[in-house]
């Protein structure tokens, strides 16, 4: 499965690359250091999650409504709620170690792994 298959792959990568100059102390070229350096700064601080969780939210509003509308149905859920739980489950993802660097290069490029769909899915 590619994301665009479902049209939404620019959105897709704006969400992951979103997520990757978010870290905060990586760049928008994360290498795999800075991406795992993110995710233990994200595994302990709660604040930092939010706060990374709220600038993805703000950035990813600007994104068109038919392909938000296309993500929220493979996320199952309204429209109006993509934004903030999928970065929210990206953010938490990453916090986890559920989401790898290799996954979010992956995603970075628009191609869905089964692992990927079930985070931004909830499962």
Do not use: P
Request: charged fraction near 20%.
């Amino acid at each position: 499965l590619t994301c665009a298959s479902l049209d939404c792959e620019d959105l897709m990568k704006k969400f992951v690359a979103l997520l990757l100059c978010g870290l905060a102390v990586s760049s928008c070229t994360t290498t795999r250091e800075n991406f795992e350096t993110g995710a233990a700064a994200l595994a302990g601080s709660k604040s930092l999650r939010r706060a990374s969780i709220e600038s993805c939210t703000a950035k990813a509003r600007h994104n068109s409504a038919y392909a938000r509308h296309n993500v929220a149905l493979l996320m199952d859920v309204k429209d109006s709620q993509v934004d903030r739980l999928f970065c929210a489950r990206l953010v938490n993802s990453v916090a986890s170690g559920r989401l790898t660097y290799d996954e979010a290069m992956s995603m970075r490029y628009g191609h869905l792994t089964q692992n990927f769909v079930k985070i931004i899915q909830g499962r």
